[in-house]
């Protein structure tokens, strides 16, 4: 089974604080993607890498940056979370070209206070 | 731009049939996902559709329209724990994948 695993599972943290989120996956997977969910506004991609030290904006990037040293892993930085950085972060991962489409890691409930 | 309509909510009734329909406009179209999100959980892959047509896979099957931009997902003998989001998703001509908001499935004893 491929497996994507998030770091933590609920972080609370303080405005201006810098965040780390990590995500490893473990089935060689060559694309890997950072999304935030919200309600009613469904999944939006944050960033995305298609190789190790590859990174790609997605539709919302400002205030976060990525990093890719490994293939298994991709980090998401918030540089100085805000309040309007609370939300449900959730890391997938992917072939190209799958029929199966992403796996998700169980996301990462923030909290930004 | 690219668009994925889905409705917010449904409301069915345990042991019957709800069709929850999609419908999308994307720029190219390289096969239509279905994923299922119990509250507070990933979402975790459900169907695959890339011709036009029906794919059943047990109680769950997924239909593709690409002439009209449609799919639907059809559960039957619904049981409470189907009681979750579901969302469809398009990978467009880039190879990414473009997301509804999710439908919220409710079922009622």
């Known amino acids: 089974d491929v497996k994507v695993t998030q770091s933590s599972r609920y972080l609370v943290k303080r405005t201006g604080e810098k965040v780390f989120l990590e995500c490893v996956q473990d089935m060689d997977h060559e694309n890997m993607f950072w999304y935030r969910q919200d309600p009613g506004l469904g999944l939006r991609l944050i960033y995305f890498s298609y190789d190790v030290k590859m990174k790609e904006k997605g539709d919302i990037p400002e205030g976060y940056s990525v990093s890719r040293e490994k293939k298994e892993r991709f980090s998401l930085i918030l540089e100085s979370a805000s309040t309007n950085q609370t939300s449900m972060y959730l890391c997938?991962?992917?072939?190209?070209?799958?029929?199966?489409?992403?796996?998700f890691g169980s996301g990462t409930r923030l909290t930004v206070v | 731009g690219q668009n994925i309509d889905q409705p917010t909510e449904m409301t069915a009734t345990e042991g019957a049939i709800v069709q929850i329909n999609c419908t999308y406009q994307t720029s190219g179209f390289n096969g239509l996902f279905w994923y299922q999100q119990h509250a507070g959980e990933a979402p975790t892959f459900l169907s695959y559709?890339?011709l036009d047509g029906l794919e059943e896979k047990g109680r769950f099957s997924s239909f593709l329209s690409r002439s009209k931009g449609y799919s639907y997902l059809l559960l039957k003998e619904l049981q409470m724990k189907d009681s979750a989001s579901y969302l469809c998703a398009v990978r467009d001509s880039n190879y990414q994948l473009i997301w509804g908001a999710g439908t919220k499935l409710i079922i009622k004893p």
């Open positions: 559709n890339v």
């Open positions: 997938a991962s992917s072939f190209d070209s799958s029929w199966e489409g992403y796996t």
